[in-house]
């Protein structure tokens, strides 16, 4: 019988049982006593609770007649989630407070000793975001947006959706199909096809006032969304060579849009092409300090003019200093 097989046999032979001894379970599975105490201490390890009785006539019995989970995790399954959990702390995730009640229950389903290696890990494990002084694997302090759920809830119905949005003091409407739901610098972004102008738009979920599905008689079939998309495609503007050090930064971060593909086997040297819009202002400056971030292990093919004017003012600046 394999290790696997004989564990989960034991499990439901002790599981039914008021009390049992390592003898037994030695005579019944016809194995070593170390062999039997390895097999209860995983047993225990994978959050059976298991007490042990002291004494000539000792041995161990399941605390309440528990009854055997249907999903079991192991010791490294049970790190990996909670240090999951403590790697997300403060990145406005929705359903956090689902995330929280998740952890309260995984926290009651394992033993003292695996409880003991999570504080542990979230006392020597810092993440970027993590407040040092306050490490607590169940912090309710990194609320999203109220309507982030709601909006998850509905699109996961409906991505036809009617959005209101806050825009300085007046509430806008937006008939949009939701193409994707994306976090970016911090913040929720909604891209979508607006219905009404037929055309592209970003709508940031931090403004949104309410959000609700569109009527179906005053929507455009999903096909003829995607022949306006295809139209409306910008053309490349900006292509840049990157190497070993400019992709380490480009993997550090980039803008969602910004895609590479590698140009040799071994990812060293890559290729970026893309459309930017020199008409937007903060577009503009956004990848000016961004190119400027990849660093010198990047050779310009061809980028617009724009670029290259708000480039050399950053260099003139930073040479006056």
């Keep these: 019988m394999k ?34 105490i390895r097999d209860i201490r995983e047993i225990e390890a994978m959050g059976m609770p298991l007490v042990a009785e002291v004494g000539r006539d000792g041995g ?44 309260e229950k995984l926290l009651g389903l394992i033993s003292q000793n695996q409880q003991d290696d999570l504080v542990l890990l979230n006392q020597i494990l810092l993440f970027e975001g993590t407040n040092p002084h306050n490490p607590d694997l169940l912090d309710l302090s990194d609320l999203p947006h109220p309507m982030l759920e709601q909006l998850i809830q509905i699109l996961l119905k409906d991505r036809y959706l009617a959005v209101s949005v806050e825009e300085g003091r007046e509430i806008k409407s937006y008939p949009i199909y939701l193409m994707r739901l994306y976090r970016e610098k911090s913040a929720w972004q909604i891209e979508g096809f607006d219905l009404a102008e037929e055309k592209r738009r970003i709508i940031p979920v931090d403004y949104l006032a309410d959000v609700k599905p ?49 140009t040799n086997p071994y990812q060293t040297t890559a290729i970026l092409k893309a459309f930017l819009n020199v008409h937007h202002p903060d577009e503009l400056t956004e990848i000016t300090n961004w190119l400027l971030f990849l660093g010198a292990d990047i050779k310009v093919r061809e980028i617009p003019k724009e670029v290259v004017e708000r480039l050399q003012e950053r260099m003139d600046a930073f040479g006056g200093k």
């Design 3 to 36: 290790k696997v097989e004989r564990i989960n046999v034991i499990m439901r032979y002790i599981n039914n049982r008021a009390h049992f001894t390592i003898s037994e379970i030695m005579n019944e599975f016809n194995i070593s006593r170390s062999t039997a």
């Design 214 to 262: 569109y009527p179906e008689k005053k929507r455009i079939s999903g096909k003829k969304i995607a022949e306006q998309l295809s139209k409306q495609e910008e053309a490349i503007n900006l292509v840049v060579e990157l190497g070993p050090k400019a992709i380490a930064q480009f993997k550090k971060y980039h803008p969602l849009k910004m895609t590479i593909s590698y």
């Design 60 to 103: 161990y019995f399941v605390m309440n007649n528990s009854v055997l989970p249907t999903v079991r995790f192991t010791d490294n399954e049970i790190k990996a989630l909670f240090i999951a959990f403590m790697a997300t702390r403060n990145l406005q995730l929705p359903y956090l407070k689902s995330r929280h009640s998740l952890a």
